[in-house]
């Protein structure tokens, strides 16, 4: 059974920061993709962060680039994705991802909530 388990959201003032971490089990963690994904309230999800497998690329959202950073480490079998600079828009449930597109195969987290605020 898969499950991947985020955690690290909270409340934050605007400029803070945040480490999100997101840990997956009943899957060959090196064999997938993972991203980061977004939804605020009465707003579609969407892709905040994407790093391939072997970290070889990694994409971004325009609206974060330059302030959040995602990284893998595959002997843990984790995804981070480090969050500075944090807005006010940033606010969010944050979603982790798992993507095996050859096999079609797709995972989700529960989310964890990140809220910024002052």
């Known amino acids: 059974q898969v499950h991947l388990v985020e955690s690290g959201g909270g409340l934050v003032q605007p400029g803070g920061s945040l480490r999100l971490s997101c840990v997956a089990s009943g899957i060959i963690f090196n064999l997938y993709s993972m991203g980061w994904y977004r939804q605020a309230p009465g707003k579609q999800r969407e892709l905040v962060a994407v790093i391939s497998r072997g970290s070889s690329t990694t994409t971004y959202t325009d609206s974060v680039k330059g302030r959040f950073t995602i990284s893998r480490d595959d002997a843990k079998n984790t995804v981070y994705l480090e969050m500075n600079s944090l807005k006010p828009e940033d606010t969010a449930v944050y979603y982790c991802?798992?993507?095996?597109?050859?096999?079609?195969?797709?995972?989700w987290g529960q989310g964890t909530q990140v809220t910024v605020t002052s």
């Open positions: 991802r798992a993507a095996n597109n050859p096999l079609l195969r797709y995972y």
